[in-house]
Each structure stands twice: as C-alpha cells, then as structure tokens.
C-alpha cells in the first residue's frame, strides 16, 4: 500500500515510566462514592444510545451467520404438480402419439406431471472470497463489541463528570447562601448606622445593590443544578427526578490517584482503537476478497427425485428415480472494469481504514497526554486558590471590624467581600476540575467498560 504514514507509539508519556494502569480497575472499583456507582450501574443498564449499540452488535452477528451460511451447501425440498398438452402435429406429439408410457398404453393427453424431490447448490471457494468475506464480518463483530465498549467508557466518564458538577454547583449553592444571610446581616448593621449618622444612604444602597447580585447568583446555580440534574436523568435513560447524592462528599473526597502506564498499553486497554484495529483486519479481508472475483468461480447444482405422471407411480424405483449433477465454471471475460473498480475500492477502504487507525491511536495519546497536564495545573490551581481564599477570608473579617470601629470605609468591607465570595467560588471550581481531570484521564486510558 503506498502512502502509508507509520509512527512510532513512544516509551512513555512522560519522563518516568509507570507499568501499572488504572485502566485495568474496574470502574465499580475506581469510583468510591456509592451514589456514583448506583447512578452509573443505571446508565448502563437504560441509557438509549447504550442500546442503540446492542442492536448493532446483533446485526454484525447475523452478518457472521450469513457469510458462513454462503460457505455452506444450500439443500432445498422441491415439488410441484402440473398438465402439459402438446399439439397433435407436432414431433413431440407426433411421437408421444405412437409410444406406450406403461405397456400397452399410449401416452396421454393431456399429460400430467407430479415431482418431489431436492435440489443442492454449493459454490467451491477455490481462491478463498467466501473465507475472507466471512472473516471480514467476524471481524466487524468483534469491532462492534468494541464499540459498545468504547460507548460504555464514555458513558461511565459523561455520567461521572455530570455528578461531580452537580456535587459543585450544590457547593456553590450552599457558599452563595451563606453569604446572601451575611450580606443581609451587614446591611442591617450599615442601616443602624444611617440613623446614627455614621453612614449615609449610599452605603445602604451599595450593601443592597450585593444582596440583590448574590441572590440572583443563587437563582442561577439553581438554574443550573436543574438543567444538570435532567441531563444526568436523560444519561441514565430517564424522565427527570431527583438526584440523590451527598455534597458532603464532594468536600471530604480527595481525588483518586492515577497510574497511567506506558502507551503502548492503549492498544490493548481502548475500546475505540482496538476496533479500529478490527476494522483494518475486515477491510484486508474485503481486498482479498475483491481480488478473488478476478479467479474463475465453480459452482455446483444437483437434484434427486421422483417424476412420474400418475402419482400411485411417484415413488416408484428405479422407473420414477431422476438426479442431476452439474457444474458451472465461470471466469469474468467482458466488463472486467466493474470487478477492477470494486477491487479498487475495497483497496481505498483499506487505507482508509489503515489512516483511522493511525489516527485513533495518535488521538489517544494526546487526550492522555493532556489529561495528565491537566491534573498537575489543577493540583497546583486548587493548592493556590485555597491560600488566597483563607486570605481573602481573613480579610473580611478584618474590614468589617474596622468598619465597626469606623477606620474602614464601607466599599472596603464590599470589596473584600466581593473578593472573598469570588475566591471560594473558584476553589470549589478548582476542585471540581480536580475529580473531573483523574476522571477523564481514566477514560483516556481505556478505563471504564469493565
């Protein structure tokens, strides 16, 4: 095949080597929060496209039973019943005319005919067609089992992923409340001290003005935690309902720790390139095939019976007895362009499938490799946003008791606040992308369908 583009896979995808795989655990092993699992164990069991996958690998399975039917003699029961009248002055009525078809009796006319029998047909596979044809669909078979598997990696990961937003956005929500009851409170204090001179009506209105955006953020996240939930609902092949699940999890969990192995193990551990890989094998086979229709074909017919014209005569051996062994030897003379472009073809779907694996491999890599980088900036992120969020904390406290004492201004006390509120926000983000980053690395190592 010309315009081939083989890559070497590297050793590692970093500078150490790991040979262990967290893509070898099994998912029920890897995710330790029971309401995960459960969620999960639904999706499996009723998500739609799921489904859709099952129905697929029943068709590729009959289409195995078809190619090796083909390879096998056809056997079928054959009968039939029926009249023949000939012309009088014709030469086979000339001559059935004057022949006894028992002795001492003429041949009738009209003239009846019963036959029960079997008739047989098989074609030689010679040059191996019907072989590699067969071959080729075991192999989308056995691709379609992959399929399904890839469908459940990525389903397992999407259903992962869309708990832990939730496990977020309740965070989020229960933050965002917190500080509306806070707010509510420092506008109380700032009202108090309107009437007595100490503040003036601005400051009520800008303490009002935050109360009003915290509240709004709250309609929001709760926004949001809908859409997510029904999202979650539809994953799992549901009407939407309520998702169970614990947000004080979300805060005591530390994500899992991850061992990536090396690369080459994507061969072997994804869904997506191993069927990739089946269907380069099927499209070899579909070459091998397409050439073999260059070759002379032999097919073989046959029949074995009984034929008599009175049926108290069908069975009647060895007079009513009949067989017939043929066989057809056929090579393409004429119109060789039409077998020509269907060999071409199925060259051209070779390298295309030979490009897709190629190409599914090098997708596999990077999506690891950028995983990986993920999870260390998100460590790191989390790391730096939990000191500026303990700071910022701090300097809330600190703003609000000199706002009390009359040595701090009350846009210094809204600031701080807003800036605190902005910071614990983005810590729960943070974290959130932590479980995500260890979750969607697990999937691009193949993880997931055990």
């Known amino acids: 095949m010309q315009g081939t583009n083989s890559q070497v896979i590297p050793q590692s995808y970093t500078d150490q080597k790991d040979t262990i795989n967290s893509a070898q655990v099994k998912w029920r092993d890897f995710f330790k929060d029971q309401n ?40 079928a029961g054959v009968g039939s019943a029926g009249t023949t009248k000939v012309g009088h002055y014709t030469s086979e009525g000339a001559g059935d005319a ?9 041949v009738p006319s009209p003239l009846n005919d ?18 590699n044809s067969k071959k080729a669909a075991v192999a989308r078979y056995l691709g379609s089992i992959e399929g399904k598997n890839f469908v459940i990696t990525n389903l ?11 496990l977020a956005l309740d965070s989020e929500l229960e933050l965002i409340r ?42 929001d996240l709760l926004q949001q935690i809908a859409e997510n939930e029904n999202k979650l609902n539809a994953l799992l092949g549901r009407f939407p309902q309520k998702i169970v699940r614990d947000q004080a999890t979300f805060t005591a969990q530390i994500p899992n720790s991850i061992n990536i192995g090396i690369p080459a193990q994507l061969l072997h551990n994804r869904p997506d390139i191993k069927q990739a890989e089946q269907e380069l094998l099927a499209t070899k086979c579909d070459v091998k095939a397409a050439q073999a229709a260059f070759y002379p074909s032999l ?21 009513s007895l009949i067989y017939s ?14 077998v020509k472009a269907e060999f071409n073809t199925a ?36 790391n730096l946003k939990s000191k500026e969020a303990a700071a910022l904390a701090k300097a809330v406290e600190v703003s609000i008791d000199l706002f009390k004492s009359a040595r701090a201004n009350y846009l210094e006390v809204l600031m701080a606040q807003r800036d605190a509120l902005g910071a614990k926000l983005e810590l729960i983000e943070a974290k959130k992308q932590q479980f995500n980053s260890v979750t969607n690395v697990y999937k691009a190592l193949g993880g997931g369908w055990q």
């Open 156 to 166: 397992v990961a999407e259903v992962a992923n869309t708990y832990y937003e939730l």
């Open 325 to 338: 062994v043929i066989g057809d030897l056929a090579v393409p003379l004429v119109n060789r362009s039409a």
């Open 98 to 106: 004057s022949a006894d078809i028992t002795p001492g009796r003429l």
């Open 299 to 319: 097919n073989l017919t046959g029949s074995l019976g009984f034929q008599a014209f009175k049926t108290s005569y069908l069975f009647t051996s060895p007079q």
């Open 178 to 219: 917190q500080t509306i009851q806070l707010q509510k409170n420092g506008l109380e204090i700032v009202k108090i001290q309107k009437e007595a001179a100490v503040a003036n009506e601005l400051a009520v209105k800008q303490f009002e003005a935050q109360l009003y955006h915290s509240q709004s953020q709250e309609l």
């Open 347 to 382: 060259n051209a779907y070779q390298l295309e499938a030979l490009f897709s694996y190629q190409r599914t491999i090098l997708n596999g890599f990077v999506e690891v490799s950028n995983e990986l980088s993920n999870i260390r900036h998100s460590e790191q992120t989390f």
């Open 36 to 75: 995960l699992i459960s969620l999960i164990d639904t999706a499996i069991s009723k998500n739609f496209d799921l489904m859709v996958t099952f129905q697929e690998i029943e068709v590729a399975k009959n289409n195995v039973r078809l190619k090796n039917g083909q390879m096998l003699p056809t056997l």
């Open 114 to 131: 019963y036959m029960l029998g079997l008739q047989t047909s098989w074609e030689a596979d010679i040059w191996g067609k019907l072989r």
